[in-house]
Structure formats: structure tokens, C-alpha cells
């Protein structure tokens, strides 16, 4: 007696235990699945984009040792688009001071490039230039004149413009240009300082129009506001503390914030202007709103679409139920093996559930086939049942086992999610095979009994003549076809351009746009680290220098190299301070501010004078003494004014911050002999220094295309040529998409070989093991022939279909010849073709179109990973289903094994 004999009769027996103790089987599943559905609310889902692959991959461990040296760089980005410049400004200007109200962001808000965002490095920029005033001026130390606040300062600039008229101050040599320069940036500031003591706009105040702190940065527009390099955009960097990269645990509440402030911000703003809240953050949690969104949906679609069908294929409300209680059951069976297992879902098995309904469909489907089958012939329920259990079992328990053995393939890969949908499924799959053995017959019993006997599915006859008919000239359409996408599948592309999956109308999306191929602001960098300063700036320039490379940034950037005598003249420069002592910087009586500024007024008016004497042009000085002017009688005002006087007293504490912090980095510099940590701006610190002070990051962004292969391994190899720890999503793109590829291609293979494996132990037959795997292979094939036809590509999501559809589609071929090894033991020569394919294949018709009802539901939803995924496991599933209902009966009745 044959292994298939020996499992009918031991599912005999189960059917049989099923059917004696049917109250008893439906009071533990019941209990049962009420336990299951009680741990559901426990489980947590998990939306960590750094979670899904593994952590012993060396990629994934140099990323996440780079997150524990320096933190997470990917913070949420506000994108200001449309109007003018000076609009968005004030908008950005706006949008700051929103957010700056907020204690997650208070002082974690990064907009332009001003002297109180770069305080610690004014007096690096030119060294020598203090002492050098001193110099002139002939000043023994400055510290009274900084100790002295606005005074002292105003006052010392006096003495300085005077002894420039009255020849006592020494003037380079063809300094006259860089002096205008200095007059009309003088104005400006002077013009800066009056308009926010008296509380109106006026002009912004920039590096540029500073006496010292002449860096350039890149990334800027004219008035030091971040900015794309386009000019289209204005940017803000938020830096709020991040607990974790969990979308909806620790990213959704401060993009929230974020949002909220922004929609406060351009409340009335002008009429074109849009603020796009995005980056990395914001686009994982608007992919979590829309996952669960197309969780719902398509969850809810394909529950519908397979009770329609089960309805109109056993034109009875009961047995549909009867077919369905056991997939709930086994479902939430499932839900409770992922609390147990895992604890959680996360962005890649959150989709398991529409999956699991349109396959765990199959075994109730086949099962209650070939009962009703039974009943048509004349059996009575009872026998039916039992009839159904011994003869479908087997079938069953080897298409739910070969599916499994494909999602358990996902594993091989080093993306732990994808290991985690093939445990997940894999033990959803028996445990659903294990619901409908067992719950289906009682039920049967209870509720189907004395039905009206489900009607033949129409169709199938003409099938089976059309085999009978043209046998040859299918099977050579059928194997051409196969031979076609064979060919075709090194040919379909791998778009690994996961930023495409969210629906260009969403809001992440579209500020990300402006962001993407930007050389600055681009998320997409690799992250360097070197050990000291010095060698910071050697991988910055040795990064510049490469073809690939888009842009760079380092903490290097901020001040000037440090050369031959550099060193020297910044301890000249602290020395004309007074020293290391921290310096303070002095309060100013109105009175005294306002005498002081009218002694500058008269002096800058010689100056003007002297300038005209001279025939050279005095538009600056005349803008600077108006200036002054002005500013004397808003100083005056403030005698009588609270509200100039509060806004002087905090001039004041803010440049005088800014005085302290500049001397402090100036005096560390002297102090350890070059350049450190400390010589890196508070605002950029967590992003360019490691926590504890040691290293330092250098971020690195492609030129050209990242999600083109050719660009993504060019730009991948330079980096670990740099820096052989080299981590990030501008090198783990690249990587990530080998991985990808060759991880499902290897998964399809081992898939097919477990496979065929199972088969031969199943059928103990070489030759009919070949069978029944033939549908899958030409199914398979076809899918890629399609896909390459109309120019589908392979990308994350989908490419796990390679080797899904090779365990999915295998079931029907297993059961067809199944079917036919039973008719043959029955008949004296050939098996009957009619019964195989209007019997089994009316199962294997119902069984697929509701595996792709699962998998077509999520072709509804709004999201591009479920939308891809979906359309290429219909397409794989159809393949396998004509290839099993037509070329397999057509490859049999060529070989004369059915008639």
C-alpha cells in the first residue's frame, strides 16, 4: 500500500476522532481562539526601519555602532517652497519662533547661520586680526573694551575712526576697498541693531557684515537662511532628542509638534507659500499611517471577496461559513503564536493577515470540494465528511507544508523581517491546515448536512476537452512562454527606490523631493568617522577631491586649517583679550549707550567729510552715520520706553553669550594646541561629535542618481575605500539592494529544491513529482514574462514574490496529481481527465481565485510596496493556475496517463 494510501487512512482517522467528538473539537477551538484574541491587543507594532534587517549583517552593525557614537543624524526638516526669498524668510522666521516656544526644540532648531549659531568660531576665522587690532589702536589688552558691553565697544570703534582720521592709526596699504567694505557693513549692522530695539523688521544680521567671522558656508542664500542649492527652497533643521526610530512610539508625537507649529507658522502666510514637513522621521510615520490605513483596507476586501466567492461556489450561506469559521479560527490562532513568538509586527509582516486569508482559504476550500463532491456521488454526510478528511488530507498537508517551506526560505535572507513574514506565515499556515481537519467536519455535520449539494463550477468541461483536443499545441505555447520569462527575468530591473512606495501627494514625499538630490540636504549620505581633528579634514578633502561625491559635510568646515604659525597668532589674539579668564561682558545705562553712540555719529560724519575731501565715494559713510543717528535717539528712548529697554538688555545678554562662548573656543584652542570638539558650534556639536568627544562624523552625499545601481556601487566602493567602517543609507542603499536580489534569487532556488524534495517524498515518484511542480515552473515563468512585457520591475516589496509564488502555486499542481494517482488507482488503465479537472480543479479554480483576492486586495490601497506586491503575486498565482488547469492536463494526456 503506497504513502498516499497510508496518510488517507491516518486522516481517516482524524476525520473520524473530528467527527465523534465534534462538540468537544468545537469547544476547545472556540476556547482556544477566545485566548488568541485576548493577547491581541499586546501586540506592539513596530515600524523601525533599522530593525528590519539583521543586526550580525557588518553593514547593519557599522550603522548602529555609528547611532551609539554620534546619535541618530535623520531629525524631522521643514521645506519652505514658493513666493519670493524675502517671504519664505519670514515664514522660516516664524516657524522658528513656533517651534522655540516648544521645550522639545528650544535651542534644537537650526534655520541660518548667524553669530549666535556659530558663536565659537568668530575668532578662529582670521587669525591674528585681534591682536592686530590691538596694534593699531595701541592697546595694551581689550578686555576693558569687551568688559565695557555696548560702551566699551562702541566706544573703542570711535577711538579707532578717529586715529584713522588723524593719522595716529596705521592703514595698509591698499586697505581703502576692504575699509568701504567695512563702513557699509558697519551700516548694516548698526541699521540691524536699531530696528530690533525698537521692534520692527530690518535688515538680517549675517557673518557677512561681521568685522570677524568671515567663513563661507555652503547651504546658505544671501542672508545666511538654509537653503537648497536651487534657491527654490528654504530649509529648517530640527534636532529634538529622538528615543528611538519606532515611527509610531518615538517619531510620531515630535512630527506632530512639528506639523502643528508649521501649520500655526504660514496661518495667513502669502498665497503660494507651502512648508512641507520631511525627512526620514516624517516619511516613516506617514508610511505608517498609510500601512495601517491599506492594513484595513485591504484586510476588509479580501475578507469580502472571499465570502462572496465562497458564496457563489457553494451557493449556501452555511457552508461559506462552514468554510470561513476555520480560517478566522486559524488566523487568530496565528495572532496569538505572534505575541508568544515575537511580541510584535513590524513593517514588513504587518501585512500577513490579507495574505494568510487568501491562502488559508485553500484547505477548507479543497476540503468541502470533495465532501460536496462525495454527497453528489450519493454518500451520506456523515461518511462524506470522513470521505473528505482521508482523501483531501494528504493533498492539503502537502500544499500548506511546500507553501511553508517557500516563506521559511525568506529566512536565508539577512533581513530579519522578511525571516519573520516566513515564521509567521509558515505557522499560520498549519495552524489553519490544523483548524479546518479538524473544526470543518463537526461543523459540517452541524450546520451543512441536508444542504442543498453545491453545483459543479461551470467551465470546467470545455477545459477538460480543450486538453483532450489540442494536447500538443497547448503544451508547446505553454513551455514557450515559460522559456521567454526565463530568459526575461535578468533583464527585469530593481528599482530599490523605497521613497517612491508613498503617493506623491503625500507630505513627506513631496518636500523630500527638494531634498533628495540636493548635495547638502539630502538625507541619503554615507556617514565617515575619523579619530582627531586633523584627520576630519583630510576625509573631508580626500571626499571633495572624488567624482562621485555630491557634497560634504564636516565639522572642518567651520574654521580655517591649521597651519604654520596659525597657532601663534591665536595666542597672540587671546593675549590681546587679557587671557584665558573668562571674559564678561558689561551692562550699558541708556544715557551713557546713547552719548557713546553720538560720539561714533560725529566721528563717522568727519569721516564722511574726509572722504568726499578725498573724491572717493562716502555712499557708505553716509549711510553709517544715518544709521547711527537713528539708533541714538531709539538708545535715548529708553529711558522712557520698557519695552526698548527690555529688548537692550537682551542685546545685550545675547552678545554677550556670544562673547563668551567665542573666547572660550578661542582659549581651548590655545590651550590644548589645536583644534577640538570645542571649536564646534553648540547647534552642530551632536551632529558633527561623537558623545563622548572623540570622533568625528563627515557626512558624505552621491552625485548623480543613488538609486541608480551603477551610481549606488560606484559611490558605495569609494566610501569604504575611504573608510572601510563607512555606514549609512547612501552606502546601505546599494548594499541593501544586492542583498535583496541575491537573497530571493538564492531563496527561489533552495525554495524549488525543498520543494521538489517534499514532492518526491510525497508522491514517491520521480516522474510525478516533475508533474506536479511543471504548473509552478511555467506559472512562474510567465509572471516574468509579463512583467517584462509590460515593463514591471522588481523592488523591495515584491521581489519576495520569487520565491512565494513558487510555494503557493505548487499546491495546485499537488493537488491535480493528487487526484489523477486516486482515479488511476480506481481505473484499469488511463485516469479519467474529467473528474481531475471538474472535480480538483473546480477546487484548485476556487482555491487560487481567493488566494488572489487576498493578495488583489492590496492592489486597493494607497501605498506602492502593498500595490506592487500584490499585482505581482496575482499575476505569479494566475500563471500557476492556467498552467495547472490547462498544460498540466494537456502534458498528461500527451504521456497517455489520463484519457
Known amino acids: 500500500m503506497g504513502a498516499g494510501t497510508s496518510m488517507q487512512r491516518m486522516f481517516g482517522v482524524i476525520g473520524g476522532f473530528a467527527q465523534r467528538r465534534r462538540w468537544t473539537v468545537l469547544v476547545v477551538a472556540l476556547l482556544l481562539t477566545a485566548v488568541a484574541v485576548a493577547m491581541v491587543p499586546g501586540i506592539r507594532i513596530s515600524t523601525s526601519r533599522y530593525g528590519l534587517v539583521s543586526k550580525d549583517n557588518p553593514y547593519q552593525r557599522r550603522l548602529i555602532a555609528f547611532f551609539e557614537r554620534f546619535g541618530s543624524p535623520d531629525t524631522p526638516v521643514v521645506v519652505v517652497r514658493g513666493a519670493d526669498p524675502p517671504t519664505r524668510r519670514r515664514v522660516v522666521d516664524r516657524l522658528v519662533a513656533e517651534l522655540e516656544r516648544r521645550p522639545a526644540f528650544r535651542g534644537r532648531v537650526l534655520a541660518r547661520i548667524g553669530p549666535e549659531q556659530v558663536a565659537?568660531?568668530?575668532?578662529?576665522?582670521r587669525p591674528g586680526a585681534v591682536s592686530e587690532f590691538a596694534r593699531r589702536t595701541g592697546t595694551a589688552s581689550l578686555r576693558p573694551m569687551v568688559e565695557g558691553g555696548?560702551?566699551?565697544?562702541?566706544?573703542?570703534?570711535?577711538?579707532?575712526?578717529?586715529?584713522?582720521?588723524?593719522?595716529?592709526?596705521?592703514?595698509?596699504?591698499?586697505?581703502e576697498a576692504s575699509a568701504d567694505a567695512s563702513v557699509t557693513a558697519a551700516a548694516t549692522v548698526v541699521e540691524a541693531i536699531d530696528a530690533y530695539l525698537a521692534g520692527r523688521p530690518g535688515p538680517e544680521l549675517t557673518l557677512g557684515a561681521l568685522p570677524v567671522g568671515q567663513a563661507k558656508f555652503s547651504g546658505v542664500d544671501d542672508a545666511g537662511?538654509?537653503?537648497?542649492?536651487?534657491?527654490?527652497?528654504?530649509?529648517?533643521?530640527?534636532?529634538?532628542?529622538?528615543?528611538?526610530?519606532?515611527?509610531?512610539?518615538?517619531?510620531?508625537?515630535?512630527?506632530?509638534?512639528?506639523?502643528?507649529?508649521?501649520?500655526?507658522a504660514v496661518e495667513g502666510a502669502s498665497e503660494g507659500i507651502v512648508a512641507y514637513v520631511t525627512g526620514l522621521p516624517a516619511l516613516a510615520v506617514d508610511e505608517l499611517g498609510y500601512i495601517e490605513q491599506g492594513l484595513y483596507v485591504s484586510s476588509v476586501v479580501a475578507a469580502a471577496g472571499i465570502v462572496l466567492f465562497c458564496l457563489g461556489f457553494f451557493r449556501s450561506l452555511r457552508k461559506s461559513i462552514i468554510a470561513l469559521v476555520p480560517l478566522g479560527v486559524g488566523v487568530a490562532w496565528t495572532l496569538g503564536a505572534v505575541y508568544l513568538i515575537?511580541?510584535?509586527?513590524?513593517?514588513?509582516?504587518?501585512?500577513?493577515?490579507?495574505?494568510?486569508?487568501?491562502?488559508?482559504?485553500?484547505?477548507?476550500?479543497?476540503?468541502?470540494?470533495r465532501i460536496n463532491e462525495a454527497v453528489r456521488d450519493g454518500a451520506s454526510p456523515e461518511e462524506a465528511a470522513r470521505t473528505g478528511v482521508a482523501v483531501t488530507g494528504p493533498g492539503i498537508a502537502v500544499g500548506a507544508l511546500v507553501t511553508a517551506i517557500a516563506f521559511l526560505t525568506t529566512g536565508t535572507t539577512e533581513f530579519t523581517a522578511y525571516a519573520e513574514l516566513g515564521v509567521?506565515?509558515?505557522?499560520?499556515?498549519?495552524?489553519?491546515?490544523?483548524?479546518?481537519?479538524?473544526?470543518?467536519?463537526?461543523?459540517?455535520?452541524w450546520l451543512g448536512a441536508g444542504q442543498k449539494r453545491a453545483p459543479e463550477l461551470p467551465g470546467l468541461g470545455k477545459v477538460a476537452s480543450l486538453a483532450r483536443r489540442s494536447p500538443r499545441t497547448l503544451v508547446v505555447i505553454g513551455i514557450a512562454a515559460?522559456?521567454?520569462?526565463?530568459?526575461?527575468?535578468?533583464?527585469?530591473?530593481?528599482?530599490?527606490?523605497?521613497?517612491?512606495?508613498?503617493?506623491?501627494?503625500?507630505?513627506?514625499?513631496?518636500?523630500l523631493s527638494a531634498l533628495e538630490g540636493d548635495p547638502l540636504m539630502s538625507p541619503i549620505t554615507a556617514n565617515l568617522v575619523a579619530d582627531d581633528f586633523a584627520q576630519a579634514r583630510a576625509l573631508a578633502e580626500r571626499a571633495r577631491a572624488l567624482d562621485v561625491v555630491g557634497g560634504v559635510q564636516s565639522a572642518t568646515d567651520f574654521v580655517p586649517p591649521m597651519e604654520e604659525g596659525t597657532l601663534q597668532a591665536l595666542a597672540a589674539d587671546l593675549a590681546a583679550l587679557g587671557g584665558p579668564t573668562p571674559v564678561s561682558f558689561g551692562r550699558s545705562e541708556p544715557d551713557a549707550l546713547a552719548r557713546a553712540v553720538r560720539d561714533l555719529a560725529d566721528t563717522a560724519d568727519e569721516m564722511r567729510f574726509a572722504l568726499k575731501q578725498a573724491g572717493r565715494d562716502a555712499t557708505g559713510a553716509i549711510r553709517l552715520v544715518a544709521a547711527l543717528r537713528a539708533l541714538e535717539k531709539t538708545v535715548a528712548s529708553a529711558g522712557r520706553d520698557v519695552a526698548v529697554r527690555d529688548r537692550l538688555r537682551e542685546l545685550e545678554d545675547r552678545v554677550g553669550a556670544v562673547v563668551r562662548r567665542a573666547h572660550g573656543a578661542l582659549a581651548a584652542v590655545v590651550e590644548h594646541g589645536g583644534y577640538g570638539p570645542y571649536v564646534v558650534p553648540e547647534a552642530f556639536r551632536s551632529r558633527f561629535v561623537s558623545r563622548d568627544g572623540t570622533a568625528y562624523a563627515i557626512y558624505v552625499t552621491p552625485r548623480g542618481d543613488i538609486w541608480d545601481p551603477e551610481v549606488g556601487r560606484a559611490f558605495a566602493e569609494a566610501m569604504e575605500a575611504l573608510d572601510e567602517d563607512a555606514a549609512g543609507l547612501g552606502l546601505n542603499r546599494y548594499v541593501h539592494e544586492k542583498m535583496i536580489v541575491e537573497g530571493f534569487r538564492r531563496a527561489a532556488g533552495i525554495a524549488a529544491i525543498l520543494i521538489f524534495v517534499t514532492l518526491l517524498v510525497d508522491f514517491r515518484s520521480f516522474a510525478a513529482a516533475v508533474l506536479a511542480s511543471l504548473p509552478t515552473a511555467l506559472g512562474w515563468a510567465w509572471m516574468l514574462a509579463i512583467m517584462a512585457l509590460v515593463g514591471l520591475r522588481f523592488d523591495p516589496a515584491n521581489i519576495v514574490s520569487l520565491p512565494l509564488v513558487l510555494g503557493i502555486g505548487v499546491a495546485y499542481g499537488v493537488h491535480m496529481m493528487h487526484r489523477v494517482q486516486a482515479e488511476r488507482r480506481r481505473a484499469t488503465g488511463p485516469a479519467p481527465l474529467d473528474p481531475v479537472v471538474r472535480g480538483t480543479g473546480g477546487a484548485v479554480v476556487i482555491a487560487a481565485v481567493t488566494t488572489m483576492v487576498g493578495f488583489a486586495a492590496l492592489m486597493v490601497v494607497d501605498y506602492g510596496a502593498m500595490t506592487s506586491f500584490g499585482s505581482v503575486m496575482v499575476l505569479g498565482i494566475s500563471g500557476c493556475l492556467v498552467a495547472a488547469l490547462v498544460v498540466l492536463p494537456a502534458i498528461l494526456v500527451s504521456m497517455g496517463r489520463v484519457k
Not at 565659537?120 to 576665522?125: A, G, M, T, Y
Not at 566699551?152 to 577711538?159: E, P, R
Not at 514588513?348 to 476550500?365: C, E, K, R, Y
Not at 515559460?482 to 513631496?510: K, M, T
Open 120 to 125: 565659537e568660531v568668530l575668532l578662529l576665522q
Open 342 to 369: 515575537y511580541g510584535h509586527l513590524n513593517l514588513i509582516t504587518s501585512s500577513f493577515v490579507a495574505v494568510l486569508l487568501g491562502l488559508g482559504i485553500d484547505f477548507a476550500v479543497h476540503l468541502l470540494s
Open 424 to 445: 509567521i506565515t509558515a505557522v499560520g499556515l498549519l495552524l489553519i491546515f490544523l483548524a479546518t481537519i479538524f473544526v470543518v467536519p463537526p461543523l459540517y455535520l
Open 225 to 264: 537662511y538654509l537653503a537648497t542649492a536651487d534657491g527654490t527652497s528654504h530649509v529648517i533643521q530640527t534636532m529634538p532628542e529622538l528615543a528611538g526610530d519606532d515611527a509610531a512610539r518615538d517619531l510620531a508625537p515630535v512630527v506632530a509638534e512639528v506639523r502643528s507649529a508649521r501649520d500655526a
Open 482 to 511: 515559460g522559456i521567454a520569462g526565463a530568459v526575461a527575468l535578468p533583464r527585469i530591473e530593481f528599482n530599490s527606490n523605497y521613497f517612491r512606495f508613498l503617493p506623491d501627494d503625500a507630505e513627506s514625499a513631496q518636500g
Open 150 to 175: 555696548l560702551v566699551g565697544i562702541v566706544g573703542a570703534t570711535t577711538d579707532l575712526v578717529a586715529g584713522v582720521l588723524e593719522g595716529a592709526v596705521e592703514v595698509p596699504e591698499g586697505a
